[in-house]
């Protein structure tokens, strides 16, 4: 084969090349131009991890932030615990055994009612001293009596019934001492028994008992017997940081949320505020008085609402608008032709209408109305 012919071969395979490129580029742009719908919107990240630039921004609607006034708020949570103003507690006032127990924890008592009975030596020896007493005392009248008459008769002197009339009167006293003792014990001169009956002084829940039956006791010595509680007014203790301490004052006034109650709303006056900080939260304690409407348990949590004395303007945004993120919330604003930023805002409390209070923004400025659809467009 010469030249010639190789030449023309090699001529027609690259001219019928060429026009199978040109159909595949045609074919290509025709189905391009023949598709339908909206084109979506594409997200095109900018140099600042914040800002987003999106083709079609229109698809975004915008809204304002209004403006709302309100006295700024503290939010803190506590536990309701005992006055311990309140909190009386029971001794025993006899060494011995516990021969019977009357009441137990938990149970509410009235002043009076019987507790628990113990059976002492202290008590018997207490009988004996005033018996004793008893016996000398009539000893001393009579002799007291007889010097009396010796004396009017001139047959003493005047001395012998000073010494007479002396002996007498240690005589009554020693009676009065025994007799106090008996009623300190809670015993009763006229019935003498081993056995001392211990009574509530005043009324309330008991809320500690460190006795069983049979168990042994001291007199007037820790750990006492039983705890009486007066529930009807109790303390909220609350740990307040250090940075919010500004807005909370002796005095004033919390709004106490419950939440086993969550519709209760109490008032709880601030009495005292702890000089001494936690070294580790650097938190104080605020105390609060309350009282109980017959709710209120110790242990349980609560929310304590600390108001500001000043209104405070704040930016207010359709709840749609915050997005929440990463334990986080944020909003989308405008930042200048198809491009929107990512600002961390701190969400308040919920408004009227779905409207929340927000604080980073302005009032007046614009944020996206559906922060979650431009969030899942920048996601994709």
């Given at each position: 084969?010469?030249?010639?012919?190789?030449?023309?071969?090699?001529?027609?395979?690259?001219?019928?090349?060429?026009?199978?490129?040109?159909?595949?580029?045609?074919?290509?742009?025709?189905?391009?131009?023949?598709?339908?719908?909206?084109?979506?919107?594409?997200?095109?990240?900018?140099?600042?991890?914040?800002?987003?630039?999106?083709?079609?921004?229109?698809?975004?609607?915008?809204?304002?932030?209004?403006?709302?006034?309100?006295?700024?708020?503290?939010?803190?949570?506590?536990?309701?615990?005992?006055?311990?103003?309140?909190?009386?507690?029971?001794?025993?006032?006899?060494?011995?055994?516990?021969?019977?127990?009357?009441?137990?924890?938990?149970?509410?008592?009235?002043?009076?009612?019987?507790?628990?009975?113990?059976?002492?030596?202290?008590?018997?020896?207490?009988?004996?001293?005033?018996?004793?007493?008893?016996?000398?005392?009539?000893?001393?009248?009579?002799?007291?009596?007889?010097?009396?008459?010796?004396?009017?008769?001139?047959?003493?002197?005047?001395?012998?019934?000073?010494?007479?009339?002396?002996?007498?009167?240690?005589?009554?006293?020693?009676?009065?001492?025994?007799?106090?003792?008996?009623?300190?014990?809670?015993?009763?001169p006229e019935h003498p028994s081993g056995i001392i009956e211990v009574h509530a002084p005043v009324s309330g829940v008991i809320t500690d008992q460190q006795i069983t039956d049979s168990s042994g006791v001291q007199a007037l010595t820790p750990p006492n017997p039983f705890t009486i509680s007066d529930i009807s007014q109790v303390w909220i203790v609350c740990d307040v940081y250090e940075n919010d301490?500004?807005?909370?004052?002796?005095?004033?006034?919390?709004?106490?949320?419950?939440?086993?109650?969550?519709?209760?709303?109490?008032?709880?006056?601030?009495?005292?505020?702890?000089?001494?900080?936690?070294?580790?939260?650097?938190?104080?304690?605020?105390?609060?008085?309350?009282?109980?409407?017959?709710?209120?348990?110790?242990?349980?949590?609560?929310?304590?609402?600390?108001?500001?004395?000043?209104?405070?303007?704040?930016?207010?945004?359709?709840?749609?608008?915050?997005?929440?993120?990463?334990?986080?919330?944020?909003?989308?604003?405008?930042?200048?032709?198809?491009?929107?930023?990512?600002?961390?805002?701190?969400?308040?409390?919920?408004?009227?209408?779905?409207?929340?209070?927000?604080?980073?923004?302005?009032?007046?400025?614009?944020?996206?109305?559906?922060?979650?659809?431009?969030?899942?467009?920048?996601?994709?």
């Open positions: 084969m010469n030249r010639a012919v190789v030449f023309r071969i090699a001529l027609c395979l690259g001219l019928l090349a060429s026009l199978t490129g040109c159909e595949k580029k045609v074919a290509a742009r025709d189905t391009a131009d023949t598709g339908t719908g909206p084109v979506p919107s594409a997200v095109e990240a900018d140099m600042d991890a914040t800002n987003f630039k999106v083709d079609h921004p229109e698809e975004f609607p915008l809204v304002r932030a209004g403006e709302y006034s309100a006295a700024p708020e503290l939010n803190v949570t506590g536990a309701i615990g005992p006055d311990a103003s309140r909190q009386v507690p029971v001794p025993s006032l006899a060494s011995g055994r516990v021969v019977a127990i009357a009441a137990r924890l938990g149970d509410e008592v009235k002043k009076g009612q019987l507790l628990f009975k113990v059976r002492s030596s202290d008590i018997a020896g207490a009988f004996s001293d005033y018996r004793k007493a008893v016996k000398n005392e009539q000893l001393a009248k009579m002799q007291f009596d007889r010097a009396q008459l010796l004396f009017d008769d001139g047959a003493i002197p005047k001395s012998g019934l000073e010494v007479a009339q002396n002996a007498e009167d240690n005589a009554q006293v020693d009676l009065e001492t025994a007799t106090e003792h008996l009623h300190l014990l809670g015993a009763d301490l500004a807005q909370v004052h002796v005095g004033e006034y919390a709004d106490v949320h419950l939440n086993a109650y969550p519709n209760r709303v109490l008032k709880a006056r601030i009495s005292n505020i702890g000089q001494i900080l936690d070294p580790n939260l650097h938190t104080a304690k605020v105390r609060l008085e309350v009282a109980n409407p017959g709710l209120l348990r110790f242990g349980m949590f609560v929310t304590a609402t600390f108001h500001g004395a000043a209104a405070q303007k704040l930016a207010t945004v359709p709840a749609t608008a915050i997005l929440h993120l990463h334990d986080r919330q944020w909003v989308y604003t405008p930042a200048g032709s198809e491009t929107f930023r990512r600002v961390e805002v701190a969400a308040g409390k919920m408004l009227p209408a779905n409207v929340q209070e927000v604080s980073g923004i302005r009032p007046g400025e614009q944020v996206v109305r559906n922060a979650l659809v431009l969030q899942s467009t920048v996601e994709q």
